[in-house]
């Protein structure tokens, strides 16, 4: 029997709404890999179009988290990171890789802290600057178009975009650091919507689109991470893992509009679980 890969999912729990945490542990599961979490906050929902949340910051329990698994000499073959609960927990974060980074594992971090040209509104323009900082540690990072103007300091564009601009923007964000970059959210027409994909090694880059569907749905981008990764450590390359995160999140979408579901309530991954594992040749 193969040893289970492993990974800790730094994120928030949001109670209701499937994002971060409520996303990320059903499909790393599902796809085989063992997932251990570090919660950074507990909401009732997610910050996204609720008001009157819940907010438990949980910046106190990360260090004392981390000692305890680092006593118990636990590894990871990936350390993946999504919504921060607080602005110190930029450096807890850093100092967790710092203490879990091997030679041979993946640090993967999602800079999640904006979308459609705005930062969330808990956070600040300093805050973005942490999180450059926190992006120069990691091997792969998956922000939107508007965390990365964020990330390289430039104003953020609206589209359609060209391919001339994604790749200078994948080669300005590789230069921060991260070696493979996934940019999501990219589309050159109004009728696809994907990503593209850079690795700073070979110089590849790669585009994958699916037929777009109307709307804003909410946790869209933790379920591509998730994907991502469950792709990446099932020993696809990036560029095919990239492309499976994108099948996945639009048709868990399109399941998600068929239904005519609250946009807030976050999108029909459950359902999708089985073409993710067709796709990962798990099933
Ligand atoms: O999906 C990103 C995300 C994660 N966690 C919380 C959020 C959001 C986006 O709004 O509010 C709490």
């Given at each position: 029997?193969?040893?289970?890969?492993?990974?800790?999912?730094?994120?928030?729990?949001?109670?209701?709404?499937?994002?971060?945490?409520?996303?990320?542990?059903?499909?790393?599961?599902?796809?085989?890999?063992?997932?251990?979490?570090?919660?950074?906050?507990?909401?009732?929902?997610?910050?996204?179009?609720?008001?009157?949340f819940?907010?438990?910051?949980l910046?106190?329990?990360?260090?004392?988290?981390?000692?305890?698994?680092?006593?118990?000499?636990?590894?990871?073959?990936?350390?993946?990171?999504?919504?921060?609960?607080?602005?110190?927990?930029?450096?807890?974060?850093?100092?967790?890789?710092?203490?879990?980074?091997?030679k041979?594992?993946?640090?993967?971090?999602?800079?999640?802290?904006?979308?459609?040209?705005?930062?969330?509104?808990?956070?600040?323009?300093?805050?973005?600057?942490?999180?450059?900082?926190?992006?120069?540690?990691?091997?792969?990072?998956?922000?939107?178009?508007?965390e990365?103007?964020?990330?390289?300091?430039?104003?953020?564009?609206?589209?359609?975009?060209?391919?001339?601009?994604?790749?200078?923007?994948?080669?300005?964000?590789?230069?921060?650091?991260?070696?493979?970059?996934?940019?999501?959210?990219?589309?050159?027409?109004?009728?696809?919507?994907g990503?593209?994909?850079?690795?700073?090694?070979?110089?590849?880059?790669?585009?994958?689109?699916?037929?777009?569907?109307?709307?804003?749905?909410?946790?869209?981008?933790?379920?591509?991470?998730?994907?991502?990764l469950?792709?990446?450590?099932?020993?696809?390359?990036?560029?095919?893992?990239?492309?499976?995160?994108?099948?996945?999140?639009?048709?868990?979408?399109?399941?998600?509009?068929?239904?005519?579901?609250?946009?807030?309530?976050?999108?029909?991954?459950?359902?999708?679980?089985?073409?993710?594992?067709?796709?990962?040749?798990?099933?």
């Open positions: 029997m193969k040893r289970l890969k492993r990974v800790a999912a730094i994120h928030d729990i949001s109670g209701f709404g499937k994002c971060s945490l409520t996303v990320a542990l059903p499909i790393l599961s599902a796809a085989g890999i063992e997932t251990t979490i570090l919660p950074t906050a507990v909401l009732s929902t997610h910050t996204g179009g609720f008001t009157g819940t907010y438990r910051d910046t106190e329990d990360i260090a004392p988290i981390a000692a305890h698994w680092k006593s118990l000499d636990i590894r990871f073959d990936a350390i993946y990171t999504g919504f921060l609960g607080s602005f110190e927990q930029l450096d807890l974060v850093t100092d967790f890789f710092k203490q879990f980074k091997t041979d594992n993946l640090i993967l971090v999602d800079p999640v802290m904006a979308d459609n040209g705005e930062l969330y509104k808990i956070f600040t323009p300093e805050f973005a600057l942490g999180m450059r900082k926190l992006c120069e540690k990691a091997d792969i990072i998956v922000p939107n178009l508007t990365a103007a964020l990330l390289i300091g430039e104003p953020y564009q609206e589209g359609p975009y060209t391919k001339a601009y994604i790749e200078t923007i994948l080669k300005k964000l590789s230069d921060l650091g991260p070696k493979k970059i996934v940019l999501t959210g990219v589309f050159f027409n109004d009728e696809e919507l990503a593209a994909t850079y690795d700073a090694e070979t110089g590849e880059i790669t585009y994958t689109l699916e037929k777009r569907i109307p709307g804003y749905y909410h946790g869209t981008g933790d379920v591509f991470g998730s994907a991502l469950s792709a990446l450590l099932n020993d696809f390359n990036l560029s095919e893992a990239a492309a499976i995160a994108v099948r996945f999140t639009t048709s868990s979408i399109r399941k998600t509009a068929e239904a005519g579901t609250d946009i807030r309530f976050g999108v029909h991954f459950e359902q999708t679980i089985p073409e993710l594992l067709k796709d990962l040749r798990l099933q």
